[in-house]
């Protein structure tokens, strides 16, 4: 896997938004979720097994540190924290080097961690919504994880995987010199915890979809789970895509038109540290506004909301839209 910091954090980022989820093509197993969202269970217990491992790897070497934690906190980790080591590819040497980079983040925001519960409510709600607009829906257990940096949100065939330390940047302003640059403009507060999960629980509903190889393909899986996760919860979570893109619509969809059929996303997607010239992913807002496009125009909601949710054809979804015609 990549380690330097900007490459990592590319990885790391994905929104929180992770390639590898999708390349599984296995279809969801029923016993792992649930059609009523109601049965949906929260674990917070890695959360608790990681404060206890970090604890006691303060003062030691890297190779011991990897040893406390595997016994601590990997070998008793939950379905979620072991399906995440699949997906993402985790090592424990990994994890180790990416905490110690970051200590004085960690020693910051424990009490904000433990209490992530309390965004229970908010996710359960858009999972009831979710349900209301898409009755087909399935509702996986959800993990809340320490995952060193590795990845903001993704999910597997059995959950929804938050990395917390994320979202866990004290709500109350703080002065702080962030011990990594990239950590300024991406660590966010647990408030919006709710508007990830509802965007990874769209990606749940996609999951055994083949995994698109187009750059229109991959915009459109993210800007949807982006468009409907905001319907459910009442917010996308980044919300500066969104007030960057509001007046320069039409300049930014003539140049991603021009990329759109190429399998080269550097300039859309997945490019937090890597971009130079304007925000990251951008490639999320297009794919959100097709989407929107698509929306507006079907009197159906209902069979709207089904389409985007399950579309396949990528180039088919984008001329049912008439997005493109908006700039003619």
């Known amino acids: 896997m990549m380690k330097t910091p900007l490459k990592y954090l590319t990885a790391s980022l994905v929104f929180i938004y992770s390639l590898m989820a999708y390349s599984c093509n296995t279809s969801r197993q029923n016993h792992h979720s649930y059609a009523n969202p109601g049965k949906v269970t929260f674990s917070y217990?890695?959360?608790?097994?990681?404060?206890?491992?970090?604890?006691?790897?303060k003062g030691k070497s890297d190779s011991i540190q990897q040893l406390v934690y595997n016994d601590e906190y990997f070998k008793k980790g939950s379905i979620g924290l072991k399906d995440f080591l699949v997906v993402q590819d985790l090592s424990r040497k990994e994890f180790v080097s990416r905490i110690n980079s970051a200590r004085s983040y960690f020693d910051m925001i424990r009490e904000t961690t433990i209490h992530v519960s309390k965004y229970q409510h908010a996710i359960l709600s858009s999972m009831v919504q979710l349900k209301k607009i898409y009755p087909h829906a399935r509702f996986p257990n959800?993990?809340?994880?320490?995952v060193g940096f590795k990845s903001g949100g993704t999910v597997s065939n059995r959950g929804i995987l938050i990395g917390t330390e994320f979202w866990s940047l004290p709500s109350e302003r703080v002065v702080?010199?962030?011990p990594l640059g990239w950590m300024?403009?991406?660590?966010?507060?647990?408030?919006?915890?709710?508007?990830?999960?509802?965007h990874e629980l769209l990606h749940f509903q996609q999951y055994s979809r083949e995994f698109p190889t187009t750059l229109l393909g991959k915009c459109l899986v993210e800007g949807s789970a982006d468009f409907v996760g905001e319907l459910i919860s009442g917010r996308v979570n980044n919300?500066?895509?969104?007030?960057?893109?509001?007046?320069?619509?039409?300049l930014l969809w003539h140049e991603?038109?021009?990329?759109?059929?190429?399998n080269d996303y550097?300039?859309?997607?997945y490019n937090l540290g890597t971009?130079?010239?304007r925000p990251p992913d951008l490639g999320y807002y297009i794919g959100y506004k097709i989407c929107e496009s698509y929306y507006l125009g079907m009197k159906a909601k209902s069979r709207a909301i089904r389409e985007i949710i399950e579309m396949k054809d990528y180039e088919k979804f984008l001329r049912m839209s008439k997005y493109d015609e908006k700039f003619r």
């Open 176 to 178: 702080f010199d962030f």
């Open 184 to 198: 300024k403009n991406s660590i966010r507060t647990p408030e919006n915890i709710p508007y990830t999960a509802a």
């Open 142 to 146: 959800i993990y809340f994880l320490v």
């Open 239 to 250: 919300r500066y895509l969104y007030q960057y893109g509001s007046d320069k619509e039409k």
């Open 256 to 262: 991603f038109k021009k990329d759109m059929m190429n």
């Open 275 to 277: 971009i130079k010239d």
């Open 45 to 57: 217990h890695d959360i608790a097994n990681f404060w206890k491992a970090y604890d006691q790897c």
């Open 266 to 269: 550097s300039k859309w997607i």
